[in-house]
């Protein structure tokens, strides 16, 4: 069975999209079999990972309000190894109304999951999924399809106020719809070593969650945020960048601790 | 009539909150007499605004899905100057949900608005409206209720993505749910003078938006983050730094050139 990650986190900007296709890129290059949900209907993902969403390709979009199978949309990334990719595009942005009136609206991502993994997908190691900076029908979606969640915290004062919401949230989910459901990792991202604040945050998450926050700590390094330009990930686009470096580091950790019990 | 902004993008993270309550602020130095509308479940601006939104307080939920009147939520910020704040709280995150079978769901904002100008308003120069990061039933609200958008552009690749899909969204507001939304203002936020990334977005934002651009840029700076933590707007917490300049020659620019004919 695969590890499935979802990757949320409601506050915007925090390096849901970049932790998501950097880890998914570094554990492809480890040799696992990986896929990438792309749950946004801005296609950020789908952009770093070299597919392009801006026509009328078929996209998650199908997979949920249509009912097509999550192999019919699937696509190989351009980046190196075994990396697919399940691309979003901007019907996506429609998504959430018009699945509200879909028996099931909550399970439509996992029912489309284990039907995909009892027919095609027994050889994948791990599943990113990454979500919209909300806590509508989308990222339920991917709650409700994941065992793991993987929560990108930016080293900044607003990343902290929002996490609470989240906390809840995750521990409604787990009460109803997915039991399953944990938050097994924490990452810090874009650490500016020459500020306090960051060094401030970046204490408090490591005491209030000291079991699930990463050793590895992203820096604010600007080939990070080039690469998506080149359509690539950092790790592809300049692996041997301090960006690329931690990306790698937190995958190694990801996979040496194992899903949770 | 007061000039009422819309601030938003549904782009995470590109600094909607910290344009808002800075831009609100310098005006109220300016001796404007301002409104701030926190419509993000975060409540980030309130926070910045120095009001505590973790409790039971009265929010724009309660005008939005209880009928309440907007005068009934509003506090004084502890900003200088005539600064007001209508704060969220944590219910707002389940708002889009109840709103959705209430009638007139797309201008429960713009009603309030109506009654509260009509009853005490009357001598407000400036209303900014701030806006989570999505597309959805409260965003909306802010459109029907606006004349003016002002879109915060990250200047990094990310933040050109989803550009069209939030032109084409005030398009379809501007056709339906009202004729007067236009995009008044640009502010390019995050600027990182030493990388050619953010000189390449800058210019690419300078060609297709000549007229709305402001000359004002607003630098990546860590006293502007560092400014919530205190409960703060940069402008208050430190005038004289760098990122505070920047908004108060912002605010002057949007002063300056007046409401759309
Ligand atoms: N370590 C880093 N160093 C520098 N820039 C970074 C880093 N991580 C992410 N970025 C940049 O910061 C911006 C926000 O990151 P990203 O888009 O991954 O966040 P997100 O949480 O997915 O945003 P959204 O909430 O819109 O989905 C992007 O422009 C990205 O390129
Ligand atoms: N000019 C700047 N220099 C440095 N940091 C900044 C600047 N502007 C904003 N920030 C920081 O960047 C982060 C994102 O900004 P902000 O929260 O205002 O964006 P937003 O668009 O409102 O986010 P969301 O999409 O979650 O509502 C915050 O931590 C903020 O303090
Ligand atoms: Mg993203
Ligand atoms: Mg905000």
New binding site residues.
Partial sequence: RPRVFTVS?Q?????????TVNIAAALARFGAKVLVIDL?P?G?ASTALGIDHHGDIPSIYDVLVEGKSLSSVIQKSTEEGELYCAPSNLDLAGAEIQMFSIERREYLLRDALERFFNEHGNDYHYVFI?C??SLGLLTINAFSSAREVLI?IQCEYYALEGLTQLLSTIEMINQGLNPYLQVSTILL??FDSRTRLAHEVAEDVRQHFPQQVLNAV?????R??EA?SYSQTVVSYDTMSV?SISYIEAAHEIALRGAPG
Same sequence: chains 1, 2.
Avoid: L, W
């Fill in positions: 986190n506050k915007g900007g925090v390096g849901k999209t970049t932790t946004d801005q950020n990454d919209p900076p990108p991202t874009m992203i820096p604010r390094a600007v990070v945020s998506p960006g």
